[in-house]
């Protein structure tokens, strides 16, 4: 037996050109075709669940943080005052910031939405909910995220919370997504990376410096809600007819 003969069938072939057998083939293909029925009717349902929410705020921060931390009961603040205000809020629907937000937006006037989804650890569904949608595809969660949303307000967190930043601030900079107001709340824990952004990604010119714009700071319930107010005061908070094409393009 040549050395050749002693590979992995894929390994010998090449990986590109190595071909499953047929059976294997049409078992994967009709599993790859439910998918994608599957995420269709994951789009479909929350549609149509979240059609009439509006004006919502969502907000993101970590799934961590109990109950006794000044990050929970900031949050579950700030959500309080903007569902009196007449803001639905949107979370992630766990536990930690996620509760919190809804925590506060139940005990107000506006509804309390939780877009959950579903993962081996830390993910489980809070009490705090008029609306509780489950999701298995993160991209069809996130989707829902940005298309109800008017604002974001963003509290600490880990990987998660940043991957909802970063994906909002690059559709709002490419212009996939209105202009809407990005709001980090906790100037401490965010300012390492804020002068990050500014003396790398704006100094080596990876991002322009009106970028850093896109992102406010500010730490103090009443006020998270005022910049919002203030942002739509001479509009209505539906979109415009183009920022509705956007959204439908997204």
Do not use: C
């Not at 992995?8 to 083939?25: I, T």
């Not at 549609?47 to 900031?74: K, M, N, Q, W």
């Not at 909910?129 to 595809?137: K, V």
């Amino acid at each position: 037996m040549n050395e050749k003969e002693k590979l992995p069938r894929s390994l010998a072939k090449g990986v590109a050109g190595y071909e499953a057998p047929p059976v294997r083939q049409a078992a994967t293909s009709a599993r790859e075709a439910w998918r994608v029925f599957g995420i269709m009717s994951e789009f479909v349902e929350a549609t149509e669940r979240l059609a009439a929410v509006r004006p919502a705020v969502s907000i993101f921060g970590s799934a961590r943080v109990t109950p006794d931390s000044p990050y929970y009961r900031l949050t579950e603040q700030i959500a309080r005052q903007l569902s009196d205000a007449g803001f639905s809020v949107v979370s992630g629907g766990g536990p930690g910031v996620m509760e919190a937000a809804n925590k506060g937006a139940f005990e107000g006037k506006s509804m309390s939405i939780g877009l959950n989804i579903q993962l081996p650890h830390e993910q489980k569904a809070n009490h705090y909910q008029d609306i509780s949608q489950s999701f298995r595809h993160f991209f069809a969660r996130k989707y829902m995220f940005v298309k109800v949303a008017a604002a974001y307000v963003v509290m600490p967190g880990g990987f998660g919370t940043l991957d909802e930043l970063l994906e909002a601030l690059t559709l709002i900079q490419t212009g996939k997504t209105p202009r809407i107001p990005l709001i980090l709340v906790g100037t401490d824990f965010w300012a390492g990376m804020l002068d990050w952004f500014r003396e790398r990604l704006v100094a080596e010119k990876m991002i322009n410096a009106e970028d850093i714009d896109l992102l406010q700071v500010i730490d103090e319930p009443e006020r998270v809600v005022a910049a919002i107010f203030d942002h739509y005061e001479t509009r209505g908070f539906g979109p415009l007819p183009e920022e509705h094409e956007l959204l439908l393009n997204l």
